[in-house]
Every structure is written in structure tokens, then in C-alpha cells.
């Protein structure tokens, strides 16, 4: 390009020391499959719908592919992968590529189409979908395999071959990628009927004939580097597990002859003992390693690597939108360089790039400061080749300054640097913050001021948004409306839910959240230290995509956020009214986050905002508040060794939020998922008066933690019916729910209250589901 050549100079001196340890080669772990402005989302959604043929969708899906192909062609990637799309996840792919369908689906052998796949991923009209479950402690979910000891696998996908072909009939050689068959089964769960001890990684040799089926069409059609994915090699895993990976790829090792074989990694370093069992791999030629997350993987790599294989070393990060710091990933890459030798270095990036925004050049209302600090997927594609361009002695000098000059105003901009803020969370650290009073002394104090009836009733904030809500949130975010007039309607709105409640004869009350498309925005775009994009999006499942903000800067609150509507609400009825917020721990789980201060660092900045706001509502009258940490779960490390410290700064950060508060202000949280069993101790630390938790997909387990015995003293509200379904839930049914959770907990700590929020629901729906959950209670109270 240009910039090389007017600097021709610099470059040919570097490029003696490169020639003398010869040149590095580049790689992408995986690619966004949605498209720069989610074009598979609207493809699917539209053949689903009956409006597009399967052509079409496969016509979107081929340009899309072929695109990146030849944009990474372009930028120079040497190793380019092929089958990381998916027209829905690559773990049912890989189910699909076994054949492993479950047998509801009356899958009558062949290749497996659209029919089958869709309704293994989505359901339909007669059969349930497959479960889903979160991908290691990403926010992309895959759709788990059910396996049991009859399932008859046959190979019945040939997707992976087929698109090795499509990109060779473009000109590219590629890096055909498959889910290993380790991991696989490692990732699957027994099929219901099967028992719960059945070892899933006995199906290993009932697997390997397919894979090795697939490596002969791959070998066949010409592919000369494979890539299987073993992601779970980052997590604990016992000696048995390992072992599967030694037998494994022992088994594979004559198919794979004359191939290359990569194993990649991602997400964290690799454990000491699951390094050993990794690098004694005899079929295997290269490694890929996090470099990134797996802070410990350099000291692995100087105790010992293989000689003559390659290390694929994952220094763009692709869990974030950060800009690559070219400086110090050249340290580490010359690092790697002096150990493994610089031939046998390949820069690549630390997972795939799956869980970052697509392209950056579709943010035009970006403004071009932040934007400089920026990378999304197709700038790490640039970035990755800039660096291994650099290593082989081709420096892109114009191109390096401009990533210094970038990282140095970040680094100094008021923009990003708060000083106030930065002292006061650094004041935080080290000490506890937690309220005077006990819990039970002050669930008193709070029964003084509310007096409640037993059971008291409640829903967990969020009231139906009509089309009609949408449209004028829409219209006023577009200057289409005035603020008067969105003022005015969303008024009318908060009366209409107050009204209603009252009339359900509700006990606590919630203003119905309307001014809000989203919990997290709605915040973030109130504080200061974020940054909305347009087109950021990142794929949560299917054709389901975020939209994370970006937390660029130290956090705080200019003025105050809900306390308008919070009293607005309070002031049209005389019971009690809700504040209604979203805690620091939701707000960092669910937004891209700054890469230079630790995460608890961060997180303690929006307590500490959030904190204001708690006061400030207090203040203006309101005397029962939720903190909704709906997604403080999701930031489990993936490692237990580190769960401890992630926990502990967590509920610190909702600690701080409400340590301020008077004795009978009531504070609430909430979360979206029944499987706290494992951090109960962590959930009653985080000393909420009431917590509301999703419960009605799952009873027996949230409640076989107090029959266990663990001392819980706080309110406790178990989902008593699933928001998440049209259904609406008989009155004896509620009431049995109820009855069953009293058999666990007393009754003057119980509350009753839906799952989770109401907003995807319509009035028709939830108008009866409430009037039977009110009656329930009242039903349950007459009886104690
Ligand atoms: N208060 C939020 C609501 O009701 C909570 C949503 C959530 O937990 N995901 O919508
Ligand atoms: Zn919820």
C-alpha cells in the first residue's frame, strides 16, 4: 500500500532483523455471521415467516460468507477460516454433522435441511425446541445436544465440506473449522429418560467415524489445515476429561495424516495439567492460545512447547471493540517469537470474533475520537494482518503511529478521565460497605412504615409496551414529538398501570418502566463515560442480537434519572411505589467495558452513580426500591479458582448502592434465573430486604436450597408463574405454587410476584394472569 511504500526506509531496516528469523503468518479464529447490518437476521426471520424461500435465505448466507472470505483474502490473513457461519449455531451444526437428532423430530436419515435443523434449534408447531444454554461466559447461547447411549450417529450434514468448497471456488484456500469432538460431548447433556450418571464422553468412538468421515471429504477436496474448536480445555477439568482428549486425538491421528491440525482455545489460558495433555497431542501441529484472557499462557509457554509446531497466538481481543495495542502485542508476539522461533508464530485473534460488533464503519454518528479508540470485527481482521505484516519486517509505520496517537489521547482524554470519580472509588476499596442494621431488624422497621399484608403481592417492574409506547418513545428519541407531549403520554401511561394495579389489588407498586426500551440503555445513556453505536450489534442466539453500550470513560451521573417518573408514579397512589433501577453489576455484564482499569474498578464507579440515585429517590419520598441485578450470574469466571473474587467485588458494587439507606427504606433486587444454588451465600451477602427471583420453570431446585437448610432471613419473592409464555396460570395452580414454597419458608418472609417483567407480554394476557396470582394469594392467606 501506499503507507508502506512512502516509508520504505524504516521498513527495510527493520526487515534485516526479520529476514534472519523469517516472517509471521496471520489468522481469524471466527467471524460474525449476522452481517455489518444483521442481513442473516432479516434473511431468517423472513423465511421463517413464510415471506422468503429457502433460495433466498441461501442466497443472503452465500454473499454473506463470500464477503468475508475475500475480506480477509484482501487484508492479507493467511489462515482464513470457513464453516464458523451458521444459520443458527455452530454446535448444532455439529449435532447435525453427527446426525445426532433427537427423536422427536422424526428425522428419517439423509442430509439434514432446513425442516429438521429449524425445528431442532427454534421447535415447532408440535415439538419443543432443543435447550439453550450460555456459550462459557459469553452472551452468544448454543443449543445443547441431547445424547444418550441409543443414539445411532451417522454423518448427515456435509455443510463444513461444502463450504470448504464454495470459498476454494473462490480462490481461497481455507482453515475449515469444526467443533472438536471432545468438546462436543463435553457441551451436551444426557436426553431426558436418560440417567444422570450415563458418561457422555463414553459416545467418544461412536463420534470419531463421523469426523473421520469428514476429514476424508475435507483431504479429498483438497484442504491442507483443519481446525477443531476445544474450548472446554480452558476450564477445570478432572483427569478422566483429559484423558479423552489424549484417546481422542490418538484415534483421529492416521485420518489426519498430511493434514495440518490446529487445536484452538479461547476464553482463558489453559491449566497447567490440561497444557501438558494439550501439547503431548502426537496428530496435532499447531496450538491456539488466548492471549488475552489467558494471562498466564506466556509463563505456560516458556516452561516448555513442542518444537516444530506452530503457536497461534490470540492477541486481538474478540470479546471487545477495543483498538489492539499494537506496542505491547508486538512485545508479546517477539516474546513468543524468541521461544517458538518467528516462523512458528501466527498472530491471530484470542477467540473468535463472534462476540464483537461487525464493522465500524457503519457507525457514522460515532464521533471520530471514540471511534479512533475502536475495533470491531473487521478491524481486528486489519489489525491481525498489520501485526504479523510488522513481525516479517513490513512495519506499516503510518498505520502504527496512528494506533499509538490513538491509544495515547485515550489514554489523556477528559473525556475518559474523571478525577473525582476516580478517588472516590478508589476509596472504596479495601473497606465494606454494608447497612447498620441486621436484616430481620429492619424487614421490621419496613413492616412499620408499610404494613403489608402477609404474601404481599408485587409484579418486577415492567407493564406491557404497546406498539403505541414504542412509537412515541421512537418519535421523541427523533425529534419527532415534543418533550411535552412525550411527558404527557408517558404520564398517562404511568396512570393507566398504577390505576390498574389498584385495581388488581396489588401491595407494592411498579410505575411499569415505559420510558424504557432497555435496561441497561436506559442508564447508560443518562451517565456519563458511555457510548451508544447504531450498529454494534453481537449475537445472543439465533437471529437474536445486542446491542452492548460501550463503557469508554469513568462513570457518572450527571443529575438524577428515574426520580421524576419514580414520583410522578408515587404521587398518584397511596401505596407504595417502587423505585425502580438497574444495579452496577447488570449495567457491566451487559456493555463492552473498558479494557485499561479492572472490571471491579468499573463496576464499583456505577455503584457508586447508582448510589446517588438510590439516595436521591429516597429523598423524593420513595420508600421501596429494586436494584434489578438480573445478570450478575453471567460474570462467573470460568474457573473456580476465580469465582471467589469476582463474587466478592460484585455484591460489594450492589452493596454500595444502598448502604446509605434508612432503616425502613426497603431495597429489592431481582434476577432472571433459578440456578442460584451454587451462590446462594453470595445472593444472601448481597443483604437485600426482598429478593425476586425466576422460579416457575424450575421449582424443586430454587426450593431444595431451603429445604437443605440454608438460613435465609430476608423476603424472597419465587417467580409463581412464567412470564415468558402466553399461558395464563389458574388460580390453583398459583396457589399450590405458593403452598409448596411454604412447605420450605415461612410465611412472613414470602412474597408473590411473576418471574420477571411483563414488557414482551400483552394486556390480554397479563390483566388475568395478575387477577388469578392476587387471588391466589388472598386464597393462601385465608387459610394461614
Ligand atoms: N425491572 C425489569 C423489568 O421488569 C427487570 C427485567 C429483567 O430482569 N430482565 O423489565
Ligand atoms: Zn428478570
Not at 187 to 195: H, T, Y
Amino acid at each position: 500500500s501506499l503507507c508502506t511504500l512512502s516509508f520504505s526506509s524504516s521498513s527495510l531496516r527493520f526487515s534485516v532483523r526479520a529476514t534472519s528469523s523469517r516472517a509471521m503468518a496471520s489468522h481469524i479464529v471466527g467471524y460474525p455471521r449476522m452481517g455489518p447490518k444483521r442481513e442473516l437476521k432479516f434473511a431468517l426471520e423472513s423465511f421463517w415467516d413464510g415471506k422468503s424461500s429457502a433460495d433466498d435465505l441461501q442466497k443472503v448466507a452465500a454473499d454473506l460468507r463470500s464477503a468475508i472470505w475475500k475480506q480477509m483474502a484482501d487484508a492479507g490473513i493467511k489462515y482464513i477460516p470457513s464453516n464458523t457461519f451458521s444459520y443458527y449455531d455452530q454446535v448444532l451444526d455439529t449435532t447435525a454433522m453427527l446426525g445426532a437428532v433427537p427423536s422427536r423430530y422424526n428425522w428419517n436419515g439423509g442430509e439434514i435441511g432446513f425442516d429438521v435443523y429449524f425445528s431442532m434449534a427454534r421447535g415447532n408447531s408440535s415439538v419443543p425446541a432443543m435447550e439453550m444454554t450460555k456459550w462459557f461466559d459469553t452472551n452468544y447461547h448454543y443449543i445443547v445436544p441431547e445424547l444418550g447411549p441409543d443414539v445411532k450417529f451417522s454423518y448427515a450434514s456435509h455443510k463444513v465440506v461444502d463450504e470448504y468448497k464454495e470459498a476454494k471456488v473462490l480462490g481461497i484456500n481455507t482453515v475449515p473449522v469444526l467443533v472438536g469432538p471432545v468438546s462436543y460431548l463435553l457441551l451436551s447433556k444426557p436426553a431426558k429418560g436418560v440417567e444422570k450418571s450415563f458418561s457422555l464422553l463414553s459416545l467418544i468412538d461412536k463420534i470419531l467415524p463421523v469426523y473421520r468421515e469428514v476429514v476424508a471429504e475435507l483431504k479429498a477436496a483438497g484442504a491442507t489445515w483443519i481446525q477443531f474448536d476445544e474450548p472446554t480445555l480452558v476450564k477445570d477439568l478432572n483427569a478422566h476429561q483429559l484423558q479423552a482428549f489424549t484417546h481422542a486425538y490418538a484415534e483421529l491421528e492416521s485420518s489426519l495424516s498430511g493434514l495440518n491440525v490446529l487445536i484452538e482455545t479461547y476464553f482463558a489460558d489453559v491449566p497447567a495439567e490440561a497444557y501438558k495433555t494439550l501439547t503431548s497431542l502426537k496428530a496435532v501441529t499447531a496450538y491456539g492460545f488466548d492471549i488475552v484472557r489467558g494471562t498466564k499462557t506466556l509463563d505456560l509457554i516458556k516452561q516448555g512447547f513442542p518444537s516444530g509446531k506452530f503457536l497461534f497466538a490470540g492477541v486481538v481481543d474478540g470479546r471487545n471493540i477495543w483498538a489492539n495495542n499494537f506496542a505491547s502485542s508486538l512485545n508479546t508476539l517477539q516474546a513468543l517469537g524468541d521461544i517458538v522461533g518467528n516462523d512458528k508464530v501466527v498472530v491471530s485473534t484470542s477467540c473468535s470474533l463472534l462476540h464483537t460488533a461487525v464493522d465500524l464503519v457503519n457507525e457514522t454518528k460515532l464521533d471520530q475520537e471514540i471511534k479512533s479508540w475502536l475495533a470491531f470485527a473487521a478491524q481486528k481482521v486489519v489489525e491481525v494482518n498489520a501485526l504479523a505484516k510488522a513481525l516479517s519486517g513490513q512495519k506499516d509505520e503510518v498505520f502504527f503511529s496512528a494506533n499509538a496517537a490513538a491509544l495515547a489521547s485515550r489514554k489523556s482524554s477528559p473525556r475518559v478521565i474523571n478525577e473525582a470519580v476516580q478517588k472516590a472509588a478508589a476509596a472504596l476499596k479495601g473497606s465494606d460497605h454494608r447497612r447498620a442494621t441486621n436484616v430481620s431488624a429492619r424487614l421490621d422497621a419496613q413492616q412499620k412504615k408499610l404494613n403489608l399484608s402477609v404474601l404481599p403481592t408485587t409484579t418486577i417492574g415492567s407493564f406491557p409496551q404497546t406498539a403505541d409506547l414504542r412509537r412515541v418513545r421512537r418519535e421523541f428519541k427523533a425529534n419527532k414529538i415534543s418533550e411535552e407531549d412525550y411527558i404527557r403520554f408517558i404520564k398517562e401511561e404511568i396512570y393507566n398501570v398504577v390505576k390498574l394495579q389498584e385495581e388488581l389489588d396489588i401491595d407494592v407498586l411498579v410505575h411499569g418502566e415505559p420510558e424504557r426500551n432497555d435496561m441497561v440503555e436506559y442508564f447508560g445513556e443518562q451517565l456519563s463515560g458511555f457510548a451508544f453505536t447504531a450498529n454494534g450489534w453481537v449475537q445472543s442466539y439465533g437471529s437474536r442480537c445486542v446491542k452492548p453500550p460501550i463503557i469508554y470513560g469513568d462513570v457518572s451521573r450527571p443529575k438524577p434519572m428515574t426520580v421524576f417518573w419514580s414520583s410522578t408514579a408515587q404521587s398518584l397512589t397511596k401505596r407504595p411505589m417502587k423505585g425502580m433501577l438497574t444495579g452496577p453489576v447488570t449495567i457491566l455484564n451487559w456493555s463492552f467495558v473498558r479494557d485499561d482499569q479492572p472490571r471491579f474498578e468499573t463496576c464499583y464507579q456505577i455503584a457508586l452513580a447508582i448510589k446517588d440515585e438510590v439516595e436521591d429517590l429516597e429523598k423524593a419520598g420513595i420508600t421501596v426500591i429494586q436494584i434489578d441485578e438480573a445478570a450478575l450470574r453471567e460474570g462467573l469466571p470460568l474457573r473456580k479458582s476465580e469465582e471467589a473474587f469476582y463474587l466478592n467485588w460484585a455484591v460489594h458494587s450492589f452493596r454500595i448502592t444502598n448502604c446509605g439507606v434508612e432503616d425502613t427504606t426497603q431495597i429489592h433486587t431481582h434476577m432472571c434465573y433459578s440456578n442460584f444454588n451454587d451462590i446462594i451465600h453470595s445472593i444472601i451477602d448481597m443483604d437485600a430486604d426482598v429478593i425476586t427471583i425466576e422460579n416457575s420453570r424450575s421449582d424443586e431446585k430454587l426450593l431444595s436450597v431451603f429445604r437443605e437448610g440454608v438460613k435465609y432471613g430476608a423476603g424472597i419473592g419465587p417467580g409463581v408463574y412464567d412470564i415468558h409464555s402466553p399461558r395464563i396460570p389458574p388460580t390453583e395452580e398459583i396457589a399450590d405454587r405458593i403452598n409448596k414454597m411454604l412447605a420450605v419458608l415461612e410465611s412472613s418472609i414470602l412474597w408473590v410476584n411473576p418471574d420477571c417483567g411483563l414488557k414482551t407480554r400483552k394486556y390480554t394476557e397479563v390483566k388475568p394472569a395478575l387477577t388469578n396470582m392476587v387471588a391466589a394469594a388472598k386464597l393462601i392467606r385465608n387459610q394461614l
